[in-house]
């Protein structure tokens, strides 16, 4: 990837449900701006189990925001959705079962060109993981056995949803967030975004920012972490700078 145009249109969502609210409802506003005048909405609900269960709780909350949305697995074509789609929509869950569905239904390619066409991309939690590069930031057990890593590569670096940071009082004896990036970095080169809960990465016309409750924590190789506050532009993230896998 060499960069990113300014046809591309991203809204990447840390977390679907925030503590203390409903299924979208604290990024509805963001949802409705970024989404504009758009009626067909192509839903991905492979990181589940109960894809049924899953597109019509999707559905459900779309309609309320004035959207129609209509689930890839209840379509005959897939492709053809995805060439028709107004934008899309990869909900959360498993990101190795998603990664892996996206292959067994060759949707890798399709949404890849529907996005840099324009298309605007929506995701959230594993939906944004599966945006980068590889899925390798995620936190999810491999439960299945996607043939790749690699992701969409509709950005160039890594997000890393739901960040906690260290707690210092904690008793747990385990590997922290950070701990686990770091050992990515050592492996990776590229950017990982430490997305906290409540927060959203937007691209548009060719600008990355950073918006929601919550800032985000940068990760790059070799340098210490930094703290990007809402609001704030970190287009330099889309560019080559952003790196590529050393392994």
Avoid: W
């Amino acid at each position: 990837m060499t960069g990113i145009d300014n046809i591309r249109r991203l809204l990447l969502i840390s977390n679907s449900t925030l503590y203390g609210s409903g299924y979208l409802d604290h990024v509805e506003s963001e949802i409705k701006a970024f989404l504009g005048r758009v009626s067909r909405t192509v839903f991905i609900p492979f990181a589940v189990h109960d894809r049924r269960a899953y597109a019509e709780k999707a559905q459900e909350r779309f309609r309320s925001m004035g959207f129609e949305l209509r689930s890839i697995h209840d379509v005959s074509n897939m492709e053809r959705a995805i060439e028709q789609a107004e934008a899309i929509f990869v909900g959360g869950g498993n990101t190795f079962r998603l990664l892996k569905g996206l292959y067994d239904c060759d949707l890798v390619a399709p949404i890849r060109e529907r996005v840099a066409a324009g298309t605007p991309y929506i995701g959230s939690s594993a939906g944004s993981i599966v945006a980068c590069p590889s899925l390798k930031t995620t936190k999810d057990m491999p439960i299945v056995r996607p043939p790749s890593f690699d992701a969409l590569r509709l950005v160039p670096f890594q997000i890393s949803p739901h960040y906690l940071d260290p707690d210092p009082s904690s008793t747990h004896m385990g590997e922290t967030q950070e701990e686990r990036i770091t050992q990515f970095l050592e492996e990776n080169t590229q950017t990982v975004v430490g997305l906290r809960e409540g927060s959203v990465f937007r691209v548009q016309d060719g600008v990355a920012t950073l918006i929601g409750q919550n800032a985000a924590r940068i990760f790059r190789r070799d340098e210490e972490p930094i703290e990007v506050s809402p609001d704030s532009g970190i287009t330099e993230l889309l560019l080559d700078g952003a790196g590529a896998s050393a392994s």
